[in-house]
């Protein structure tokens, strides 16, 4: 399984969690509350959870050739979402 993260500052963690979670409720096998949502798309997992400055955004891919299609479809969406911000979505390896 490869992994990524990516910890994006912002004030507005929680609703964006939900929303990327109800958008995707529609189509996908999907579970969340206000503080954490995992999100099963074609690409892989999506685990997020929002605390009060920051949305923490894990990635797992079981081919590692899908990875960068991932990031993209979740920074995406993401932007979106936040257009009234600008985010910094910076994606590693977790430690």
């Known amino acids: 399984m490869i992994q990524s ?4 500052g912002t004030a507005h963690a929680s609703r964006y969690l939900q929303q990327l979670a109800k ?6 096998e999907t579970e969340f509350d206000t503080e954490t949502a995992r999100i ?6 999506a685990r997020l959870a929002a605390d009060a400055e920051a949305l923490t955004i894990d990635l797992s891919v079981t081919d590692p050739a899908t990875l960068p299609d991932f ?3 979740i920074v995406r969406h993401l932007e ?9 979505i910076d994606w590693a390896s977790p430690a």
């Open 5 to 8: 993260r990516a910890v994006v």
């Open 23 to 28: 958008h995707w409720s529609h189509r996908f």
């Open 40 to 45: 099963a798309l074609p690409l892989g997992e």
């Open 71 to 73: 990031h993209a479809v």
């Open 80 to 88: 979106r979402f936040a257009f009234r911000e600008t985010l910094r």
